[in-house]
């Protein structure tokens, strides 16, 4: 079989979890006797064409580097012309078996048999988050309801939102016609891959669906990171920004006892307290020393995270997890079986913190649930199983 994936951004250009997702699909295909092909976007210090562990990754698109960047963005809006040209001069000379999009925003019309992940809200939401007025979960768009989300929200995905956009009809414009087109383009796919259940309950009912996690690759820390506590520890991993409901986390964890709390992410340059230590930008290499060493992880997510890759390490490391009933958060998290899933306040945070502190009986029952939750539903040859039965079904 002859697959073509499809990504706009590809390593080593990562801006998240998509693009290493994108990466471990192409290797483990390949390692299961799959060529795999990889049609991607081209910037200066690559190279057009390589072949890496078995496969072809050909760099022909032309796009934005940066999608936090207003020109940028603009130039990401004809990139699907380009694939349409691309897909049909490679085709011409591999006759491939499948196309797989895997970024929702890459997804075109082909005559070949048609797959695409959809990992994210870029086909729901104009907004793409998902996340109305950032207060709850939204549960459909209209053009009246969209202007006044957009005017009382500081974010527009996952990054805060430019005042030319907040303030600027026209980009509402744009933007809303950008989120009608992506949501029609579901239906130039035969089929959809969906991460969760809630992706799935958003997508349309007559599109052929599976539901597959994406592959984690998962191993020991090269470079460890120690948590200097002899007391309870509280693992947080992501960025500062609202969504991610760290805010919510510090003001819970001032009514928690003996206890440390180590936040590990993006951009966060605070000056430690007695019981929180910032951690900063952790490398990837780090991560898995942290998880191990944690007590617990808390998932305090604001906004509904489609699957949280946080989530998943936690599993493999046997944490138990206290996360919000939010997004994919239920995929991971089974209340009362290795962890908790609790309404977004403080009061909620609180208490099954301190219970779990409290309580080790209970911790090493939600440690055991979570290695056995991860074996049962994430682990990586169970995954890529899935997938080539579904391309081949």
Known sequence: MKVLLVSEYFP????GGGEISASLLAKELSKNKIEVHVLTSFFNGLKHFEIIDNVKIYRKLKTGKNPKILIDNVKRRFIKNQIKKEIKKLDIIENYDLIHFLNTTTIVKTKKKSYATINGYTNFCPKRNLWYKEKKTCSGCNPIKYVSCITSSTYIGKMKMPFY???????????????????NALNNVNRLIVLSDFIDSLAKKNIYKSKIPNIMELSKSKKKIKLSSKKFKVLF??????????????????????ADLFIAGNKINKKNTSNIFYLGNVNYDSMSSLFSQADIVVIPSLWPEPLSRVMIESLYHG???????????????????????????????????????DNKKLRDKFSKESKKLYKEKFDKNKVIKQIIKYYKN
């Open 165 to 183: 956009i907040k303030f600027n009809p026209f980009a509402w414009f744009f933007s809303y016609y950008d989120y009608i087109k992506n949501k």
């Open 12 to 15: 080593p250009i990562i801006h």
């Open 237 to 258: 991993v992501g960025g500062l920004e609202k969504h991610k409901g760290l805010n919510l986390l510090l003001d819970a964890f001032k009514k928690i006892k003996n």
């Open 319 to 357: 944490c138990p997890i206290i996360a919000t009933y939010v997004g994919g958060n239920p995929e991971g998290v089974k209340n009362n079986v290795n962890g908790f899933l609790i309404e977004s306040s403080k009061n909620n945070l609180s208490t099954k913190l301190q219970l779990l502190i």
